[in-house]
């Protein structure tokens, strides 16, 4: 059996297919999933990376930075409703990391990091370029 993965953004879907294994931080902490999985409801952390593991027999592990929202499982089913996400297969990591910067130069002292600040952070991580 498969999950069926769906990660969709207010605009519309950004990625759906079969997977083997989802994993993704929410405010309650990491989360993996596998078929079976008892339902779950769970607030995305902002700035974090949401990893899709295909089939066995499938391609690469789909990489997303995700910007906030939802994530639910019921009936082998994944939903991740988020208010923006980018696959890092997508990320042009020169543009990320020059928006990175002009956020942490704009950024009001050294307290806890911006949500925009996390967010570029977690699409460079997606991408697979660190930060």
């Known amino acids: 059996m498969t999950l069926q993965v769906e990660l969709v953004v207010p605009e519309g879907e950004v990625w759906a297919g079969p997977a083997q294994m989802v994993i993704a931080k929410t405010r309650d902490g990491d989360i993996g999933v596998l078929t079976g999985h008892a339902p ?3 607030i995305l952390v902002e700035g974090s990376v949401v990893r899709i593991r295909p ?3 499938g391609g690469a592990e789909v990489s997303a930075a995700v910007n906030g929202g939802f994530f639910s499982i019921a009936d082998d089913r994944v939903s991740i409703l988020a208010r923006g996400a980018l696959l890092g297969s997508d990320i042009d990591t020169g ?3 020059s ?3 002009a956020a942490l130069e704009a950024a009001p002292g050294q307290g806890e ?5 996390r967010y570029y952070r977690a699409q460079l ?3 697979g370029a660190g930060s």
């Open 125 to 127: 991580r997606a991408a």
């Open 113 to 117: 990091e911006t949500p925009e600040i």
């Open 55 to 57: 089939e066995e027999d």
């Open 99 to 101: 928006a990175l910067d």
């Open 95 to 97: 543009a990320a990391q």
């Open 40 to 42: 779950v409801l769970g």
